[in-house]
């Protein structure tokens, strides 16, 4: 179920999406439950954090180049990147306080 409040990233536009600011990116698909269980919980997310920073989702069926560049193993992924580069991961569901509060550290730094 598409939304306006997330980007929708793949191979050919992720590199151009992320290299300015803050961008959380769910690295997800459609077959996983716990993906479908996090995506909720990041609308919520985007709701919070507003145009502060980016929330994106990747189907690794569809960004198979960029999952296997971060070496994702297990979904969902999240990362939170900062100008391009990754400066954190969680991996599993996350709930909407750990993302926004990781998102607003990093908006600090």
Known sequence: MPSSKLLHLADQNFDKAVTN????VDLWAPWCAPCMMQGPILEEVADAIGDRAKIAKLNVD???????RFGVQAIPTLLILKNGA??????????RETLVSAIEDT???
């Open 86 to 95: 990754e400066v954190q991961r969680f991996v599993g569901v996350q709930g």
């Open 107 to 109: 908006l600090k730094a």
């Open 21 to 24: 600011g803050v961008v959380l």
């Open 62 to 68: 569809e960004g198979q180049m960029i999952a296997a």
